[in-house]
């Protein structure tokens, strides 16, 4: 039907090129704006500049159907359209811990200064709890005289990797300070969603502003707390997956995200913990503050754990020695290398002299572009060639595959830093490796089967 909401997406990042494309998937006309030229230019012919299982595929379709076009003209997105989702970045300002709001004030107000015709503003960014009750501020101060609007919040839970996904099967549908027609006009938007079964939450502006916060601090929480485990599982001989393993059959604990390692990196979680952190300080909620404080040192902490178990490795000093790399992502299933704790530790270790050389299956580009200065690899093998220690850093399932038996072949001091706790230790024993992981205690290669002793 044509009296369907037409929809503007502002910012056309990980979010909001998945929402775009997602919305148009439901079967709406939608326009992506964005300041960058390129991005407009490589969205608009089916390109994605970042990595995103199944994103160009969908964004290609529906640029096809007709429903997606992008541009860099948002007066003119504006005018065309009813309900604009603002997915702008709110990245951690240079110089200090709070959240930079620029990009989300400037989209508000853009969106507002040139409405034509009545619309609602949605709210996607994260944002520190109160930034939404400001932006209507905002939002009645540039709207034109007459022109009718309302602002809501609806927070966006998706995981890079699995952005369409989760887009598309939300696990619940948060709506903040929702008028009746709003609320009306959002679950038009999101019928399919509803009909599968997604719940709706209506609340006020600052409790949906907090339900995302909050979401990325319990989990970021979770793996710290784990971490701190594992800490203790290596100070007393215990094993920490196995513990994992139990913990999460306990249903109030859950498997999920308790898995001890390198620690959480990305574009949010980091970010989030510590903007948080600023806005508790800021409103006097000092626990809170406190309790992400400690989340955010577990975390950082297993970065060095992860250097010094190197330099142990590498007989005492990294200096001049070559070390491999295998990961640089933050995550699997992902170039993003934004605070990957991976990159940051090879980073860290070429720093104190030794010759780095990495290989990520998705990331070396990005990787290459923050850190040009390290060496990438092709295969892991390159990557491997007479170091003197090798690192695993991101869970890849085909590093978590690759061959002990041949990296041992091209490699003389066997000892794999294990910083994902996900390779098969007896597998690398048995190909003579020595396994180091984190929150268990190191496996030493299986005694060589001497075969002349045997006949
Ligand atoms: C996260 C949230 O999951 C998502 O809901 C939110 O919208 C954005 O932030 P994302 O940053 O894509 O998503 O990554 P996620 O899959 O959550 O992983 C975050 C980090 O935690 C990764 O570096 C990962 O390696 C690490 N992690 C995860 C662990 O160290 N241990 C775990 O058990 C799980």
Redesign the pocket.
Request: charged share 15%.
């Given at each position: 039907a044509t009296d369907r909401p037409r929809i503007s997406v502002i910012g056309t990042g990980y979010l909001g090129a998945t929402h775009a494309a997602a919305m148009a998937e439901m079967g709406f006309d939608v326009v992506g704006v964005d300041q960058d030229p390129r991005k407009v230019e490589a969205l608009s012919a089916g390109r994605v500049p970042f990595f995103e299982p199944g994103l160009p595929e969908l964004i290609e379709k529906h640029v096809a159907t007709g429903r997606l076009r992008f541009t860099t003209d948002i007066a003119e997105a504006t005018a065309v359209s009813d309900v604009h989702f603002i997915c702008v970045g709110t990245p951690q300002q240079a110089t200090s811990f709070a959240a930079n709001l620029s990009y989300v004030e400037d989209a508000t107000a853009a969106v507002a200064k040139n409405l034509t015709h009545p619309g609602l503003i949605v709210g996607k960014s994260t944002v520190p709890v109160g930034t939404a009750a400001r932006l209507r501020l905002l939002v009645a101060r540039h709207v034109p005289a007459g022109v009718g609007v309302e602002l809501i919040w609806n927070p966006?839970?998706?995981?890079?990797?699995k952005a369409v996904d989760d887009t598309l099967s939300p696990d619940r549908i948060v709506l903040g300070g929702a008028s009746p027609a709003a609320e009306a006009t959002m679950r038009e938007l999101y019928a399919l969603p509803i009909a599968a079964g997604a719940p709706v939450i209506t609340c006020d502006l600052p409790t949906a502003e907090l339900v995302k916060v909050s979401?990325?601090a319990f989990?970021a929480t979770k793996?710290s707390f784990i971490n701190a485990i594992a800490e203790v599982c290596e100070a007393a001989g215990a094993d920490v997956s196995v513990l994992a393993d139990a913990l999460g059959h306990d249903v109030r604990i859950g498997r999920?995200?308790?898995?001890a390692?390198?620690?959480?990196?990305?574009?949010?979680?980091p970010k989030d913990i510590r903007a948080l952190m600023h806005r508790s300080k800021e409103l006097g909620a000092h626990q809170a503050a406190g309790l992400m404080q400690q989340v955010d040192e577990i975390n950082m902490a297993q970065r060095q754990s992860v250097i010094d178990k190197t330099v142990v490795a590498a007989g005492g000093s990294v200096l001049n020695k070559r070390i491999g790399v295998l990961g640089v992502a933050?995550?699997p299933f992902t170039d993003d290398v934004r605070d990957s704790?991976a990159l940051n530790v090879a980073a860290a270790l070429h720093l104190r002299g030794a010759q780095v050389t990495v290989h990520d299956p998705e990331a070396n580009g990005t990787a290459r572009a923050n850190f040009p200065t390290l060496s990438y690899a092709s295969n892991p093998l390159d990557a491997a060639i007479g170091a003197s220690a090798l690192l695993v850093l991101t869970e890849w399932p085909e590093l978590v595959d690759v061959s002990p038996e041949s990296l041992g072949e091209i490699v003389e001091n066997r000892v794999v830093i294990d910083a994902r706790n996900c390779l098969d230790p007896e597998r690398w024993a048995a190909a003579g490796w020595r396994v180091v992981s984190l929150g268990k205690e190191t496996v030493v290669p299986a005694p060589a089967v001497r075969v002349a002793a045997l006949v």
């Open positions: 966006e839970f998706l995981r890079e990797g979401a990325n989990l793996i999920q995200f308790l898995n390692g390198l620690g959480f990196g990305g574009g949010c979680l933050f995550k704790p």
